[in-house]
């Protein structure tokens, strides 16, 4: 029994290295700063749409900060402590993401529904969307960075006016370790001007 204890600290060892391997390659391969932190709690209650990160302000962390994975965006940062912050989910209620859908760049705007799935808001009926489309962050938040996956599209139907999108969100939201905190996006108006 104790060398069966000692195979599966060995593998979970191993697989926290390939985690935090891909987090580093991910890192390195962003266009913008980040900083990588531990989820060290989440909300209690079991629709907890916040979790909680070990940096804060000691590491240069505020509010409105986008963090993410490299499989999909997690949230924002809403509170922070000296040494924690706290990040509200995508699949919050009050949460709010530009999107683009990949494939026909329609645009809509991801609303959590307090459940492990969110919505596609101000989507127009006449509008071409389909189960199984990519959706990504359009950066017209100011939060997020464009180009970042969001989730996939579950399930449409159309409504009055605008149609019903559900979406998967990408990030595995239920089983978050290790983040990164986007603490700098590169924008053309930040970028250096070329004469």
């Avoid at 390195?28 to 900083?35: E, H, I, R």
């Avoid at 804060?56 to 997690?74: C, E, F, K």
């Avoid at 529904?113 to 199984?132: C, F, K, W």
């Avoid at 996939?152 to 139907?157: F, I, L, M, Q």
Wanted: hydrophobic residues 40%.
């Amino acid at each position: 029994a104790a060398s069966r204890t000692r195979e599966l600290e060995l593998s979970e060892k191993a697989a926290e290295a390939d985690r935090l391997r891909a987090l580093l390659d991910f890192k390195n391969q962003l266009a913008y700063q980040s900083v990588a932190a531990e989820v060290i709690a989440s909300s209690p209650g079991e629709r907890s749409n916040t979790v909680y990160i070990g940096k804060g302000q000691d590491s240069g962390l505020h509010a409105d900060m986008a963090v993410i994975t490299p499989r999909g965006i997690v949230g924002k940062i809403i509170a922070v402590f000296p040494h924690s912050a706290q990040v509200l989910l995508i699949t919050d209620p009050s949460s709010g993401v530009g999107c683009t859908l990949e494939r026909t760049r329609v645009q809509g705007v991801l609303k959590g529904t307090g459940q492990p799935i969110a919505r596609l808001h101000y989507v127009m009926n006449d509008r071409e969307v389909s189960a199984g489309d990519l959706v990504l962050t359009s950066g017209l938040d100011q939060i997020y960075p464009k180009g970042l996956p969001v989730g996939t599209v579950a399930k449409v139907t159309k409504g009055n006016i605008y149609k019903d999108v559900s979406v998967t969100p990408a990030a595995q939201l239920d089983r978050l370790e290790t983040v990164l905190v986007v603490t700098k996006i590169e924008t053309a108006a930040s970028a250096p001007q070329s004469k």
